[in-house]
């Protein structure tokens, strides 16, 4: 069973850039659609970014488009988030998750899509 473990989150200023990793264990991760999202304190956990298993193709949810680059490197099992320009509206605890798929092309955005979830990294944007 594929494993997810999200590092990389940390208190920073508004401004300020971080990169979110998310390791994968237990199997490879090529057949693989991923995912990330978060949860603000007191909201509904939201869709940021998703990524197809090829890595071809991507997707934004709006308040991070332009800011935000999803990314994967499945020769190390690893996705990546790319976060510029944090606001400290993107305060959250941010998650990774994945599905397998039959076909390199798939891209998913809602949570209910996925089934493996990593345990989350909080990130913090001060302003």
């Known amino acids: 069973q594929v494993q997810l473990v999200e590092s990389g989150g940390g208190s920073v200023q508004a401004g300020d850039s971080l990169r979110l990793s998310c390791a994968a264990s237990?199997?490879?991760?090529?057949?693989?659609?991923m995912g990330w999202f978060r949860r603000a304190p007191g909201k509904e956990r939201e869709f940021v970014a998703a990524?197809?298993?090829?890595?071809?193709?991507?997707y934004y949810t709006a308040s991070v488009k332009g800011r935000f680059t999803i990314s994967r490197d499945n020769a190390k099992n690893t996705g990546y988030l790319q976060m510029n320009t944090l606001k400290p509206e993107d305060t959250a605890v941010y998650y990774c998750?994945?599905?397998?798929?039959?076909?390199?092309?798939?891209?998913?955005?809602?949570?209910?899509?996925?089934?493996?979830w990593g345990q989350g990294t909080q990130v913090t944007v001060s302003s």
């Open positions: 990524i197809t298993g090829s890595g071809g193709s991507t």
């Open positions: 998750a994945a599905v397998a798929t039959l076909g390199f092309n798939s891209i998913f955005t809602t949570a209910a899509e996925y089934n493996l």
């Open positions: 237990g199997g490879t991760i090529s057949w693989y659609a």
